[in-house]
């Protein structure tokens, strides 16, 4: 799972909002968090982040 947090910022450079959101996949036939394909978890983890990122641990066994 992961934290997506974008801000938005005026062109005159004013924080004007910010956005959270908890993302993770599901597998429907095991009804449980997994791991994204690594095909999706590798441009996520290239995707620049904020100062503010947070990883939220896993929920694996």
Known sequence: MS???PDRV????VLCARVT???GWFDLRQRKLVA???N???P???RDRNED???LPGSAR
């Open 21 to 23: 959101s908890t993302a």
């Open 36 to 38: 994204p394909p690594p």
């Open 44 to 46: 996520l983890r290239a």
């Open 53 to 55: 990122f947070q990883a």
């Open 10 to 13: 005026l062109p005159r450079g």
């Open 3 to 5: 934290d997506l947090t």
């Open 40 to 42: 999706l978890a590798e």
